[in-house]
Structure formats: C-alpha cells, structure tokens
C-alpha cells in the first residue's frame, strides 16, 4: 500500500502572511495539526499547532500580529506519493513527527499523510505501536535511526 491510498488529498494551505490566530482558526475548522505554508507553488515550510503554542504563544507573541513566516518550519519532510506506507512510517520515526507532506513525482503537493492514516491503513499493531513509540521517544527514534 502506497501513501497516495491513505493520504488526505483536500489540503488546507495558509500564506506566509497569514496570522497565527486565523491559521489556529483554520486548524480547528478542518480538524488537522499541520498547514503548508505556500507562496504561488511553491512550499515554502509547515506551521503545526505545536509551533503556534510553543514558538508563539508560549513566548507570549500575539497571535492577531504574527505572520506564520515567523515560526514555521523550514526544514520540509516529505515523501512522494508512491511511497510504502511503512517506509513513511519509518522516515516519521526517524524524524520523530506526526505528518508528511506529500509530493507528485513533479513537486507538486498532492497532500498530508499522518500517523493516524498509516495505523489505520497498515492494522499491524506490534508495527503501529513501535512506530507510535519511536515517534514520541527520543532515545527510542535515536536508537532505530542508527
């Protein structure tokens, strides 16, 4: 099974000037975690609902003036289409996150496959929990990733 079978295909995008408060708004209204940040066609980062709490608001930046190109994440994971969801797994764990962007074989963003989609998808739970694991321990991720 490939990531194009399981992934979200409907993405919900922001600009790198819109506001933390109208993407955490974005991010309520279509029940997801991530947003691409995109200018034109091009991908330039993701805000997560993490960076909002952690990188802004925690920091006590206000939401209604900072643009998302202030805490996005520039360093892009991703994996094409015709990735194996269990290599996706894999690169998550490596990584340590919940989602990937998905890309065409031409660059062009085709959608988000989360942690949720592959343990759905993949129904091997020894397989889902060791990846559920690797992604929330450090050491664990470290460990496999050597």
Not at 24 to 39: F, H, Q, S
Not at 72 to 91: G, H, K, Q, Y
């Amino acid at each position: 099974m490939n990531v194009k079978d399981i992934m979200s295909s409907n993405v919900v995008k922001i600009s790198p000037g819109t506001f933390l408060e109208e993407a955490a708004r974005l991010m309520k209204t279509y029940g997801v975690g991530m947003l691409p940040v995109i200018e034109g066609d091009r991908v330039l980062g993701v805000v997560t609902d993490r960076d909002i709490a952690v990188r802004a608001l925690a920091q006590g930046w206000n939401a209604l003036l900072t643009e998302a190109r202030v805490i996005m994440s520039e360093n892009i994971v991703w994996c094409f289409e015709d990735t194996p969801a269990a290599e996706a797994a894999r690169l998550m764990a490596k990584r340590q996150i919940h989602r990937l962007l998905v890309f065409s074989r031409e660059m062009i963003l085709a959608g988000v496959v989360s942690l949720d989609d592959i343990a759905v998808a993949l129904r091997d739970e020894k397989a889902v929990g060791q990846t559920l694991r690797d992604v929330s321990c450090p050491v664990v991720a470290y460990r496999a990733a050597a």
